[in-house]
């Protein structure tokens, strides 16, 4: 900045210097010369600030050169009776802005001995050159206080502004500071739990925190989540009683295309939007925040946000909401994980207690009946051997045959409850196996056709729960369809997604009927139920195609990855 005024103030002197010899008249190329080269000086010294540059020992070199040019251009133009007698004040001013008082008086006395020797030996006028070098010490004085205060004034502002820019860092460091510590309060708020409602009520609550710390802020929010195909509220602040019980299904407005995109939202006129404009709380805001809370292709629900202020959701506050929505949407995962780990462990029960009742009932229904029967056949043969031993012989041979029949039909019920060759061989044995086993004890026809490269991309996990579907659905078909044939068959219909399906040519039943049977009699055998509850267990789809008449088509469509099994996911919620 010196530099700046230095120069600034050296092409106010030039361009005075040359208009007093216009003047004049005395503008000859020799004692013109001087003067040529200060404007070339001043023009090497403005490239220089120009470039932000500086030569060694600039400041006293920049003196040192005025003055030397100075008093060559004082000398060559006549001295002290010419228009060049006050060409010390350039030399003067230099010094006084690099230097202050003590730079402009040393310069102003260096100057002032040129022109009193130039007065005294030259021109031969001492008084003169005594009353112009005290005025030069003179003004050298006041440029010196001038630029001194100038100067002082300068380091003030400087100063100033450094504090105020030390602020400025302080409070960037601390709004940043409270951002890490909101996010870390976050998560641990997020992570501490895995009840639903408390998760949501954690997002919203942090939420808020973060975008205000004022008590009173009319800001208003929600986060909505997806229940069957409308978006409920979960959570929420300044909702009135009628917002909470709204649903919304983000088919139009700023829902639909905050969710369709995946990506955050600002939008405005609230009032105009078809869906939101129905929230009372949101009547009387400008803008709003929109955050899908979206995962891959799992679409959980949003968070919005609706303040009055049009300019509210500026960037650091969207950047905020965005890291809370992400980390929402993790914890949201994970409730909706523990929540169905939790569903899938009283499942359990319910299919290990169902296995229970269908042991209990098949063990009465078979062996016991046949125990029974058993039982009355040996009474009989007791007494016929003291009055016919012909029919008694052909007792026992009944007899021997229903042994071996119900010992047929344990073995049969044994190797559905943990088929070892499942474990041993796989899936196609397995099912080769309960075929062979239905035609011995049963007299059924099962045929299999399975897709060996489908298998090998099953775990052992699956290959039982699709094991166990088939028995069902066999037995189903065995005992009540009447069918001479039940087909099994496992393929690819498209990339990632198998489809399994058994078949017979029975008599069929409606579907819509049995559905409204089971739902009356709570304590009945719940075969569909059983095969739907089992496919979801493996992310399959389940579907029954019956027909009285016609026969009955079981189907589960099975992901044989995770994008397959998102897929169907969304499929089946729309």
């Given amino acids: 900045m010196a530099d700046w005024i230095a120069i600034s103030l050296r092409w106010a002197m030039l361009v005075g210097f040359t208009a007093s010899l216009g003047i004049s008249g005395s503008m000859a190329l020799l004692p013109s010369l001087p003067l040529v080269l200060l404007i070339m000086w001043n023009l090497v010294m403005s490239a220089l600030a120009g470039l932000n540059m500086r030569v060694s020992y600039h400041r006293p070199v920049s003196i040192f050169v005025d003055v030397v040019l100075a008093g060559a251009f004082y000398f060559m133009m006549g001295g002290l009776r010419t228009p060049a007698f006050w060409a010390g004040l350039l030399p003067i001013i230099t010094a006084a802005i690099y230097y202050e008082i003590i730079g402009a008086f040393i310069t102003s006395v260096l100057f002032s001995v040129l022109i009193l020797y130039s007065g005294l030996s030259v021109q031969g006028d001492l008084i003169l050159a005594g009353i112009i070098s005290a005025g030069q010490i003179i003004l050298s004085l006041l440029f010196g206080f001038l630029s001194q205060n100038m100067s002082g004034s300068m380091k003030e502002n400087r100063e100033h502004q450094k504090v105020v820019e030390e602020k400025k860092v302080v409070t960037q460091a601390a709004a940043q500071a409270d951002r890490i510590r909101v996010i870390y309060e976050l998560t641990q708020e997020l992570n501490s739990t895995l009840s639903y409602k408390h998760v949501l009520e954690s997002a919203l609550n942090i939420s808020t925190s973060a975008l205000s710390n004022e008590t009173n802020d009319p800001l208003a929010g929600a986060v909505m989540l997806f229940r069957e195909e409308n978006l409920e509220v979960g959570s929420a602040q300044r909702f009135t009683a009628a917002d909470m019980r709204l649903t919304f299904p983000a088919e139009e407005g700023a829902l639909k295309k905050a969710i369709d995109d995946g990506d955050p939202l600002v939008f405005t006129d609230i009032e105009s939007d078809p869906e939101l404009g129905r929230v009372i709380a949101f009547q009387s805001c400008k803008s709003g925040y929109c955050f899908p809370l979206r995962s891959g292709l799992n679409v959980y629900g949003a968070l919005v946000f609706a303040h009055p202020n049009p300019d509210y959701f500026n960037t650091e506050r969207r950047n905020m909401l965005d890291i809370i929505g992400r980390q929402s949407v993790i914890a949201i995962q994970n409730a909706r994980l523990y929540q169905d ?234």
Avoid: C, W
């Fill in 341 to 574: 780990l939790v569903e899938e462990k009283e499942r359990m029960t319910e299919v290990q207690e169902e296995a229970r009742k269908k042991l209990a009932r098949d063990l009465h229904d078979g062996p016991t009946q046949s125990v029974a029967a058993m039982a009355m056949r040996l009474s009989i043969i007791k007494r016929l051997l003291t009055k016919d031993v012909n029919a008694a012989s052909e007792e026992i041979t009944r007899l021997e045959d229903l042994a071996h029949r119900t010992t047929k039909e344990i073995r049969h019920m044994l190797f559905t409850l943990r088929p070892l060759v499942l474990e041993a061989q796989g899936l196609t044995a397995a099912l080769q196996s309960m075929s062979d086993k239905m035609r011995e004890t049963y007299n059924q026809n099962v045929t299999i056709n399975i897709d060996e490269n489908i298998v090998s991309q099953l775990e052992m996990g699956k290959q039982g729960v699709i094991f166990y579907i088939a028995e069902e659905a066999v037995n189903n078909a065995r005992k009540h369809a009447q069918a001479e044939t039940i087909a099994v068959r496992l393929r690819q219909i498209e990339k990632g997604i198998a489809l399994f399906e058994i078949v017979d040519n029975g008599v069929g039943f409606d579907i819509k009927a049995m559905t409204q049977e089971y739902l009356k009699r709570a304590n009945s055998s719940l075969g569909m139920v059983n095969l739907r509850e089992r496919a979801e267990m493996i992310s399959g789809v389940l579907q029954m195609d019956s027909t009285p008449g016609k026969g009955t088509k079981v189907q589960v469509y099975i992901p044989l990855n995770e994008e397959a099994a998102d897929r169907i996911r969304n499929a089946r919620n729309k």
